[in-house]
């Protein structure tokens, strides 16, 4: 073992040595450029074209002098003498700015021109380019070259490096340090885990030792190499591997520089293939497509032609990569849908696999829509960052709500080391990465993390720097070539697509379905919780676009149908695609910087504007449409106390609610011994990491309750409490109603605190062990008794509209509701809705500022589905959210109207994407099976032609039978539990 391990230390000494051999010659260009020097420029956004404009009246740069700015861009030109004594030699540029943390997402970014041409992105990832081939001294190309770089920089200061050289490639010493390389960390992860078969790693150490000591020549040690190491004891286990880069829509940078990031990364791409014609890029998100459409048609044109040859891959099923537990039912639905048919029409790619890598828990909820969607398979790493408990899958079915399953692969890359320590300690955490660096101990990562091994020996990887894009690198793709050949106790790599992996999966998986393990319900994830909750003020933007776009198309399809006025189809999946792009998984979570909503407060001002002018006689909200009860205050001491229909309640003098006594099943609501209801509740929030993602196990640990009464009164329409916390002002007006048991707290809040997470308080006298709480076309059964790590993970989950405790005898049950909040948390007889968050990183003023939002409490009797909750729920967003309620409702059930469909829930009227047919969404919201019966354009002077179920891209499908009697115009069918249902009305 000794002798293993300090040979192995002689042989990377000597590799590390011999990798200084491939650019030995390096030259600073300080020494080769022409008398002009180096020019330098800075500019605004939208200005690249002023990079070919004469450089003479630009700022000199002086060589080693340092540059850059905040969000900034610079134009750097210079020409170039490649030196005579590099005849017949390939000649690289190279580029270095100072910037050495391999993940850092600020270092600065080039987009590099050559004579002209637009060649690649550079970064501290990617810092060479050839600039003159050795076949270009034959053809007498102009050895002058010019070098134009447009140059981003997010750094603050001005301290970005311009260290720029020419240098030759030594073909013979790269080959060389390449095949020992790859063998050689082989070696090295072997040993970092003391547990490994002595003899083939002896075998390895032997053939490299002879290759480094007894060949002065690198060609003849490397042709050793591949006859004798390379293609001997092959592994049969195959990573499948596919070039790739992940770019943020947003994060820590703005929309505008992610438009920018596509082109420098898609464009390394292109300049990688020119190299490696045999490299597979694969990349998911349609709206990056059409960044690079809009602002670089000639890279467009270009991804194009390697679609059709099968060497750029455009797969993932969504718009983008969108939250799954903030975007509703329909935004996910038209998420896929504009996706699948953006790829379809413009590549021809029927797109099969959801592609979610790095989003934040996915809801139980999307099997179904996956599947009635043509998507057949599921891809994320991100349930590897779970903080208690590993995910214990790696291939398995993801089981929904409504019994739908999809096969779920997660991308199981890491470093072998690490993933060796994992699977010898029951349940520890190992970390994923999509960021693959296609290296050998990654390789092996991905074999040994996985857990799945006995249905498949085929697995994936991606590789390619991201976040904030760059891709692949040419060592990469070096490293590849060597694994593809096969190494002893390494699995062999191969190039393929995605798709084709994926493809070959479901045939291995049909053989053997049994023995592929389920998950069922949400695939929860235990870490970034606070994004339920961060940037409350865009949540709620998006709650309401939403809302907002179900009334606007199902306006416009009635005006279309009654009126014939234009359904204004183009402006409407314009409005769409700004809906999606704000979903993107670091906006609507709250996870980007504070310019990132900045831009979103405009997108959303422009698309509610556009709503409005659509709709002219709509109004701005509907108001409340309950009538609200009258309160006559009697004082009992420092206590207010008042009766309305419902209860009886009882207001002490820091105007809490201290008793609220249900009349019609003569029982206190409020858990005796428990704080007042609706107590407002500060915890003090510093996580550990990820700020504005993140709320820590601990936050309950420090808390401040908000009693400082500033103001109360007793109306006698309301009861107005404006409270003081530190520099904060919380207003609320609290509603009774008269005939509904709904008691509304309308707030709004001045926030100027930081770090501090808000939540309301309900101790509620409920014997219940668990909780149902709102998701996308549906709801979900959480615990509250929190027995197992899995449970005790959950100490703040997602919901929608709407989350409610119920007896365990289904006697009695509350809920809350709320217009735009997404956070909380539940314990036994406690819920508490989180309000704000105010984290400090990325975003230093989260959530401060004003705001307002809506929340409810509602007591009913029976479960939830005999209380009405859901519907009172809808009822609370529709006066939120929509700009005319009534109109909206009317013209709704002039288009379909159901009857005697209790539970059943319509999320979307809209014409078809391919015609003028009505496209109706609904469904099953209470978890029963319902006949389900509607009216079909009664309101309407129309023929029907035919009515037909279709799937969710509005294809028809066998899903069921409509009976359908055209005198009466009444529909009937079955809905099973948590259905979605979409039908197709076809017009004569």
Same mark, same amino acid.
């Given at each position: 073992?000794?002798?293993?391990?300090?040979?192995?230390?002689?042989?990377?000494?000597?590799?590390?040595?011999?990798?200084?051999?491939?650019?030995?010659?390096?030259?600073?260009? @300080?020494?080769?450029?022409? +008398?002009?020097? #180096?020019?330098? !420029?800075?500019?605004?956004?939208?200005? $690249?074209? *002023? &990079?070919?404009?004469?450089?003479?009246?630009?700022?000199?740069?002086?060589?080693?002098?340092?540059?850059?700015?905040?969000?900034?861009?610079?134009?750097?030109?210079?020409?170039?003498?490649?030196?005579?004594?590099?005849?017949?030699?390939?000649?690289?540029?190279?580029?270095?700015?100072?910037?050495?943390?391999?993940?850092?997402?600020?270092?600065?970014?080039?987009?590099?021109?050559?004579?002209?041409?637009?060649?690649?992105?550079? @970064?501290?990832?990617?810092? +060479?380019?050839? #600039?003159?081939? !050795?076949?270009?001294?034959?053809?007498? $190309?102009? *050895? &002058?070259?010019?070098?134009?770089?447009?140059?981003?920089?997010?750094?603050?200061?001005?301290?970005?490096?311009?260290?720029?050289?020419?240098?030759?490639?030594?073909?013979?010493?790269?080959?060389?340090?390449?095949?020992?390389?790859?063998?050689?960390?082989?070696?090295?992860?072997?040993?970092?885990?003391?547990?490994?078969?002595?003899?083939?790693?002896?075998?390895?150490?032997?053939?490299?030792?002879?290759?480094?000591?007894?060949?002065?020549?690198?060609?003849?040690?490397?042709?050793?190499?591949? !006859?004798?190491?390379?293609?001997?004891?092959?592994?049969?286990?195959?990573?499948?591997?596919?070039?790739?880069?992940?770019?943020?829509?947003?994060?820590?940078?703005?929309?505008?520089?992610?438009?920018?990031?596509?082109?420098?990364?898609?464009?390394?791409?292109?300049?990688?293939?020119?190299?490696?014609?045999?490299?597979?890029?694969?990349?998911?998100?349609?709206?990056?497509?059409?960044?690079?459409?809009?602002?670089?048609?000639?890279?467009?044109?270009?991804?194009?032609?390697?679609?059709?040859?099968?060497?750029?891959?455009?797969?993932?099923?969504?718009?983008?990569?969108?939250?799954?537990?903030?975007?509703?039912?329909?935004?996910?639905?038209?998420?896929?849908?504009?996706?699948?048919?953006?790829?379809?029409?413009?590549?021809?790619?029927?797109?099969?696999?959801?592609?979610?890598?790095?989003?934040?828990?996915?809801?139980?909820?999307?099997?179904?829509?996956?599947?009635?969607?043509?998507?057949?398979?599921?891809?994320?790493?991100?349930?590897?960052?779970?903080?208690?408990?590993?995910?214990?899958?790696?291939?398995?079915?993801?089981?929904?709500?409504?019994?739908?399953?999809?096969?779920?692969?997660?991308?199981?890359?890491?470093?072998?080391?690490?993933?060796?320590?994992?699977?010898?300690?029951?349940?520890?955490?190992?970390?994923?990465?999509?960021?693959?660096?296609?290296?050998?101990?990654?390789?092996?990562?991905?074999?040994?993390?996985?857990?799945?091994?006995?249905?498949?020996?085929?697995?994936?990887?991606?590789?390619?720097?991201?976040?904030?894009?760059?891709?692949?690198?040419?060592?990469?793709?070096?490293?590849?070539?060597?694994?593809?050949?096969?190494?002893?106790?390494?699995?062999?790599?191969?190039?393929?697509?995605?798709?084709?992996?994926?493809?070959?999966?479901?045939?291995?998986?049909?053989?053997?379905?049994?023995?592929?393990?389920?998950?069922?319900?949400?695939?929860?994830?235990?870490?970034?919780?606070?994004?339920?909750?961060?940037?409350?003020?865009?949540?709620?933007?998006?709650?309401?676009?939403?809302?907002?776009?179900?009334?606007?198309?199902?306006?416009?399809?009635?005006?279309?149908?009654?009126?014939?006025?234009?359904?204004?189809?183009?402006?409407?999946?314009?409005?769409?695609?700004?809906?999606?792009?704000?979903?993107?998984?670091?906006?609507?979570?709250?996870?980007?910087?504070?310019?990132?909503?900045?831009?979103?407060?405009?997108?959303?001002?422009?698309?509610?504007?556009?709503?409005?002018?659509?709709?002219?006689?709509?109004?701005?909200?509907?108001?409340?449409?309950?009538?609200?009860?009258?309160?006559?205050?009697?004082?009992?001491?420092?206590?207010?106390?008042?009766?309305?229909?419902?209860?009886?309640?009882?207001?002490?003098?820091?105007?809490?609610?201290?008793?609220?006594?249900?009349?019609?099943?003569?029982?206190?609501?409020?858990?005796?011994?428990?704080?007042?209801?609706?107590?407002?509740?500060?915890?003090?929030?510093?996580?550990?990491?990820?700020?504005?993602?993140?709320?820590?196990?601990?936050?309950?640990?420090?808390?401040?309750?908000?009693?400082?009464?500033?103001?109360?009164?007793?109306?006698?329409?309301?009861?107005?409490?404006?409270?003081?916390?530190?520099?904060?002002?919380?207003?609320?007006?609290?509603?009774?109603?008269?005939?509904?048991?709904?008691?509304?707290?309308?707030?709004?809040?001045?926030?100027?605190?930081?770090?501090?997470?808000?939540?309301?308080?309900?101790?509620?006298?409920?014997?219940?062990?668990?909780?149902?709480?709102?998701?996308?076309?549906?709801?979900?059964?959480?615990?509250?008794?929190?027995?197992?790590?899995?449970?005790?993970?959950?100490?703040?989950?997602?919901?929608?509209?709407?989350?409610?405790?119920?007896?365990?005898?289904?006697?009695?049950?509350?809920?809350?509701?709320?217009?735009?909040?997404?956070?909380?948390?539940?314990?036994?007889?406690?819920?508490?809705?989180?309000?704000?968050?105010?984290?400090?990183?990325?975003?230093?003023?989260?959530?401060?500022?004003?705001?307002?939002?809506?929340?409810?409490?509602?007591?009913?009797?029976?479960?939830?589905?005999?209380?009405?909750?859901?519907?009172?729920?809808?009822?609370?967003?529709?006066?939120?959210?929509?700009?005319?309620?009534?109109?909206?409702?009317?013209?709704?059930?002039?288009?379909?109207?159901?009857?005697?469909?209790?539970?059943?829930?319509?999320?979307?009227?809209?014409?078809?994407?391919?015609?003028?047919?009505?496209?109706?969404?609904?469904?099953?919201?209470?978890?029963?099976?319902?006949?389900?019966?509607?009216?079909?354009?009664?309101?309407?002077?129309?023929?029907?032609?035919?009515?037909?179920?279709?799937?969710?891209?509005?294809?028809?499908?066998?899903?069921?039978?409509?009976?359908?009697?055209?005198?009466?115009?009444?529909?009937?069918?079955?809905?099973?539990?948590?259905?979605?249902?979409?039908?197709?009305?076809?017009?004569?």
């Amino acid at each position: 073992m000794g002798n293993l391990e300090a040979n192995v230390q002689k042989i990377r000494e000597f590799t590390d040595n011999l990798y200084g051999e491939i650019f030995k010659d390096k030259v600073s260009v @300080d020494k080769v450029m022409t +008398s002009d020097g #180096i020019r330098i !420029k800075k500019i605004p956004y939208n200005s $690249r074209h *002023t &990079l070919f404009e004469d450089p003479k009246d630009w700022d000199i740069h002086n060589y080693g002098d340092t540059w850059g700015e905040r969000d900034t861009h610079f134009n750097i030109r210079l020409k170039v003498q490649i030196p005579e004594s590099f005849r017949g030699k390939e000649v690289l540029f190279f580029l270095s700015t100072g910037a050495d943390d391999i993940w850092n997402t600020d270092n600065p970014q080039m987009l590099i021109y050559i004579d002209g041409v637009r060649r690649c992105g550079m @970064d501290m990832n990617h810092n +060479s380019l050839t #600039i003159f081939e !050795k076949e270009d001294w034959e053809k007498g $190309r102009d *050895t &002058l070259v010019d070098i134009a770089i447009y140059a981003y920089s997010n750094w603050a200061d001005n301290t970005n490096n311009l260290e720029m050289e020419i240098a030759t490639r030594n073909e013979q010493a790269q080959n060389l340090y390449f095949d020992l390389l790859v063998p050689l960390e082989i070696l090295e992860s072997l040993i970092a885990t003391g547990d490994y078969d002595e003899e083939k790693a002896l075998f390895i150490e032997k053939h490299l030792t002879k290759a480094i000591t007894e060949f002065a020549d690198y060609t003849e040690a490397s042709e050793y190499l591949r !006859k004798e190491l390379y293609g001997k004891d092959l592994s049969d286990i195959t990573v499948d591997s596919v070039g790739h880069t992940h770019i943020d829509v947003a994060w820590k940078w703005q929309i505008r520089q992610t438009k920018e990031k596509v082109i420098r990364s898609f464009s390394t791409v292109m300049e990688l293939m020119r190299k490696y014609p045999d490299y597979i890029f694969m990349s998911s998100t349609p709206q990056m497509y059409e960044f690079v459409r809009e602002e670089e048609p000639e890279l467009f044109e270009e991804i194009k032609e390697k679609v059709k040859k099968g060497k750029f891959e455009p797969e993932g099923g969504m718009w983008l990569e969108a939250d799954c537990n903030l975007t509703s039912g329909e935004s996910l639905v038209r998420q896929i849908l504009y996706g699948k048919r953006y790829f379809k029409d413009t590549f021809n790619v029927d797109s099969t696999i959801l592609w979610l890598p790095d989003v934040f828990g996915y809801s139980a909820a999307m099997p179904q829509i996956l599947k009635k969607s043509g998507i057949k398979s599921f891809m994320t790493t991100k349930l590897a960052w779970n903080d208690t408990n590993r995910f214990p899958y790696d291939l398995f079915f993801f089981k929904g709500i409504d019994g739908s399953k999809v096969l779920s692969y997660i991308i199981t890359t890491c470093d072998y080391p690490k993933a060796d320590e994992a699977m010898k300690e029951d349940n520890k955490i190992l970390n994923y990465t999509y960021n693959g660096r296609q290296n050998a101990s990654q390789i092996m990562g991905t074999h040994r993390a996985f857990r799945e091994k006995d249905i498949t020996n085929e697995l994936l990887t991606v590789y390619g720097f991201g976040d904030g894009g760059g891709g692949t690198t040419w060592e990469m793709l070096e490293m590849d070539k060597r694994m593809e050949l096969g190494l002893p106790m390494c699995p062999v790599t191969r190039k393929t697509t995605v798709k084709q992996f994926f493809d070959n999966l479901h045939e291995t998986v049909k053989s053997r379905e049994d023995q592929v393990p389920v998950w069922e319900g949400e695939l929860y994830l235990e870490f970034h919780r606070g994004t339920y909750t961060s940037i409350g003020k865009n949540k709620k933007n998006n709650r309401k676009a939403e809302f907002v776009m179900s009334e606007l198309e199902t306006r416009k399809v009635f005006d279309f149908l009654t009126k014939g006025a234009s359904y204004d189809r183009d402006t409407i999946n314009e409005m769409w695609k700004t809906v999606m792009l704000n979903q993107f998984h670091d906006i609507l979570p709250g996870s980007s910087i504070e310019e990132v909503y900045q831009d979103s407060d405009e997108q959303y001002k422009e698309l509610f504007s556009k709503a409005k002018a659509l709709l002219p006689d709509g109004s701005e909200g509907a108001g409340e449409t309950e009538k609200i009860s009258h309160i006559t205050d009697t004082k009992d001491g420092s206590s207010h106390v008042f009766e309305t229909k419902y209860y009886k309640v009882i207001i002490d003098e820091k105007g809490e609610i201290v008793s609220l006594y249900d009349k019609e099943l003569a029982r206190e609501l409020r858990h005796q011994g428990a704080e007042p209801l609706n107590r407002l509740i500060a915890f003090k929030d510093v996580p550990k990491e990820y700020d504005c993602w993140n709320i820590d196990a601990d936050f309950e640990d420090e808390f401040y309750d908000i009693t400082d009464l500033q103001e109360l009164s007793i109306n006698s329409d309301s009861i107005l409490v404006k409270r003081k916390f530190r520099d904060s002002i919380i207003e609320q007006r609290i509603l009774f109603y008269e005939d509904s048991k709904r008691i509304d707290f309308k707030t709004h809040v001045d926030w100027h605190e930081h770090q501090i997470l808000l939540k309301a308080a309900f101790p509620v006298d409920v014997d219940a062990k668990t909780i149902n709480c709102e998701i996308q076309y549906g709801h979900l059964t959480r615990n509250v008794v929190r027995e197992n790590k899995w449970d005790k993970a959950k100490f703040e989950c997602c919901a929608h509209k709407w989350i409610d405790m119920t007896c365990e005898d289904g006697s009695y049950g509350v809920a809350i509701l709320n217009d735009c909040k997404y956070g909380y948390d539940a314990k036994e007889n406690l819920m508490r809705l989180t309000l704000l968050k105010s984290g400090i990183f990325p975003n230093p003023n989260a959530d401060n500022g004003p705001a307002d939002f809506t929340y409810s409490l509602y007591p009913h009797k029976g479960s939830f589905d005999e209380g009405g909750v859901i519907e009172e729920a809808y009822k609370l967003n529709y006066e939120s959210h929509l700009f005319d309620y009534t109109t909206y409702l009317k013209a709704r059930n002039a288009i379909i109207e159901l009857i005697d469909s209790k539970g059943v829930f319509l999320e979307a009227v809209k014409l078809s994407e391919d015609g003028e047919d009505i496209i109706v969404r609904m469904y099953e919201g209470y978890g029963k099976e319902h006949k389900v019966k509607a009216k079909l354009l009664t309101g309407v002077s129309k023929d029907i032609e035919g009515v037909y179920f279709c799937d969710l891209l509005e294809n028809p499908t066998d899903d069921g039978e409509i009976s359908f009697n055209r005198d009466s115009r009444e529909a009937a069918f079955d809905i099973k539990p948590f259905e979605i249902k979409t039908i197709r009305i076809a017009i004569e």
